[in-house]
T-cell receptor, first 115, second 115 residues
Framework: AQSVTQLDSQVPVFEEAPVELRCNYS??????LFWYVQYPNQGLQLLLK??????LVESINGFEAEFNKSQTSFHLRKPSVHISDTAEYFC?????????????FGQGTELSVKP | GAGVSQTPSNKVTEKGKYVELRCDPI?????LYWYRQSLGQGPEFLIY????????DSGLPNDRFFAVRPEGSVSTLKIQRTERGDSAVYLC?????????????FGPGTRLTVT
């Protein structure tokens, strides 16, 4: 069985400050890792994913996440946030094996960027 | 092109009634997933289809829940004898393939309220 823990339910931060949203997972098998974002009144969108190769992955809007196998973590970071980054962020994993692509999500972190 | 659509966007029903929730996936996507998101929680996997067959229904909470995808495109989630605890946002997602690592595209969800 797999589980995902997002350690912070809410993260308030001022505009242009750095931010880190933490994600740890537990799994008995190898996994793929994802961050999804849900902007106010919108559906879930993929932000970035780790499948293989470089453990550091980046999104087009300046977020990055690093896969740390030894710590079973996939924390999301941005060096300088904007008001428009205000959203709910979900970390998720799926099994690399034959279990299909079903996603196991964390409980979400609400990022609130204040001017 | 068109994204994943779900109807209705909102559904209010009385305890004990039967409801159907519809999902139209992105054209050409063979995999279709249903998730349920309760307030303050991350999405929870219910069932996924590869083509017409339900490949994994391990997330369905009990036998009141059933889903079909008879022609490998549109899917319907059916809930019998609804209970107040069924109140949640029901999300549908589709993907080119059910293998892990493929991006899932989410619909806007159906908000179900059982009174």
């Amino acid at each position: 069985a797999q589980s995902v823990t997002q350690l912070d339910s809410q993260v308030p931060v001022f505009e242009e400050a750095p931010v880190e949203l933490r994600c740890n997972y537990s799994s008995s098998v190898s996994v793929y890792l994802f961050w999804y974002v849900q902007y106010p009144n919108q559906g879930l969108q993929l932000l970035l994913k780790y499948l293989s190769g470089s453990t550091l992955v980046e999104s087009i809007n300046g977020f990055e996440a690093e896969f740390n196998k030894s710590q079973t973590s996939f924390h999301l970071r941005k060096p300088s946030v904007h008001i428009s980054d205000t959203a709910e962020y979900f970390c998720a994993v799926s099994d690399r094996g034959n279990q299909g692509g079903k996603l196991i999500f964390g409980q979400g972190t609400e990022l609130s960027v204040k001017p | 092109g068109a994204g994943v659509s779900q109807t209705p966007s909102n559904k209010v029903t009385e305890k004990g009634k039967y409801v159907e929730l519809r999902c139209d996936p992105i054209s050409g996507h063979t995999a279709l997933y249903w998730y349920r998101q309760s307030l303050g929680q991350g999405p929870e996997f219910l069932i996924y289809f590869q083509g017409t067959g339900a490949a994994d229904d391990s997330g369905l909470p009990n036998d009141r829940f059933f889903a079909v995808r008879p022609e490998g495109s549109v899917s319907t989630l059916k809930i019998q004898r609804t209970e107040r605890g069924d109140s949640a946002v029901y999300l549908c997602a589709s993907s080119l393939d059910s293998r892990g690592g493929y991006e899932q595209y989410f619909g806007p969800g159906t908000r179900l309220t059982v009174t």
